[in-house]
């Protein structure tokens, strides 16, 4: 327990010190009082609207998981999914590239009654959902845009290309995950033998013969999807409004700093292609090339004077913000679980 508590404090203090690194490092390179200046005079109509953003991202993943979980006859009502949510936003934030957010969404999807291989299809499908709909609208915004987009992040055209063709392997192995989990298996079987014949595995064969069972039920409601067309219109619906929502809190941020001068849809394509490009380093929360891509992607839409605390609203609001509220979430769940397991008085 006490070695467990301690890895949890020391994921936590990673982005904390980050905070106060990225803090130090910006108010030094730049004029503090500008700095200081600019983010007292933020837009709070603006800020609002960047509130409202981040509560429509949440609240879309939620509902994306409530409506996955309703087709699938299990009782997940709209709370127990936000706090699903919440859970694996934070283990996302605090883990190397966000590779503990599902796990634990699928641990707590089970601990709720939903079976084990529906909350994989049900997180596996919210992942790919977004992926494919911010590749495909990224793709659409970027060949529209794609003049002024060039000229914007011209100092990080090889380093988008790039980004982006990973991203575009990345969508397809979480399509063949959703079409062919056997595929994504064998890998997985074949490690089980050989730690099996190194002793470093107790009943190898019995862990592979749990391994097909669990992958024969997940294609099995992953195959059922594809006949089931008012279902994934719904999760891609819902997918593409949290992709809009969370790509458009930029924007918000950009109009509450008072600057007008680039269209709506330039400001949104430049972050999702930030976030394609970022989103592949692995760091808690891609920190350090989230806050270094800001720089590089939106330096010539931010004048010198805004960028740096237009950056730091904008990692609040995508990243802090989430691991707050979602450490907040974890700590109320641990404090009702204590008290229900507490033998009642009297």
């Not at 659409?140 to 794609?146: A, C, E, K, S």
């Not at 802090?320 to 700590?331: D, E, H, K, N, R």
Request: net charge positive; charged share 10%; with cysteine.
């Amino acid at each position: 327990m006490k070695a467990s508590w301690a890895k949890w404090i020391g994921s936590i203090l990673f982005p904390v010190a980050s905070l106060a690194l990225l803090l130090v490092l910006g108010f030094t390179a730049s004029d503090v009082h500008l700095a200081w200046n600019a983010l007292l005079h933020v837009e709070h109509g603006f800020l609002m609207a960047t509130v409202g953003c981040w509560c429509a991202y949440v609240g879309f993943r939620a509902l994306g998981l409530a409506v996955f979980c309703k087709f699938q006859g299990c009782g997940l009502g709209l709370g127990g999914a936000l706090y699903v949510t919440f859970i694996g936003l934070f283990y996302s934030g605090i883990t190397p590239a966000a590779t503990g957010g599902q796990p634990m969404q699928v641990y707590e999807l089970n601990k709720r009654g939903v079976h084990a291989s529906i909350g994989t299809s049900a997180v596996a499908f919210e992942t790919a959902g977004f992926q494919f709909l911010l590749v495909a609208l990224a793709t659409i915004l970027w060949v529209w845009n794609r003049r002024t987009i060039s000229e914007t992040v011209s100092v990080a055209k090889w380093v988008l290309i790039g980004g982006f063709a990973m991203n575009l392997v990345w969508t397809v192995f979480l399509g063949l995950v959703l079409a062919k989990g056997a595929l994504v298996a064998r890998p997985i079987e074949w490690m089980l033998r050989m730690l099996g014949r190194a002793h470093l595995l107790r009943n190898p064969d019995g862990k592979v013969a749990g391994l097909r069972k669990y992958v024969a039920e997940y294609e099995s409601i992953s195959t059922d999807l594809f006949k089931r067309p008012a279902l994934i219109l719904s999760c891609a619906t819902l997918s593409a409004a949290q992709v809009i929502a969370y790509m458009s809190m930029v924007y918000f941020i950009y109009r509450g700093f008072g600057w007008i001068g680039m269209p709506y849809g330039v400001i949104v394509d430049i972050q999702m292609l930030l976030y394609l490009v970022a989103s592949m380093v692995p760091t808690p929360g891609a920190t350090g090339a989230q806050e270094g891509s800001f720089y590089v992607f939106l330096g010539k839409v931010f004048l010198e004077s805004s960028v740096f605390p237009a950056m730091l609203v904008w990692r609040f609001f995508t990243y802090y913000l989430m691991l707050i509220v979602g450490a907040l979430t974890l700590l109320s769940g641990i404090v009702h679980m204590k008290r229900r397991a507490k033998p009642e008085s009297g």
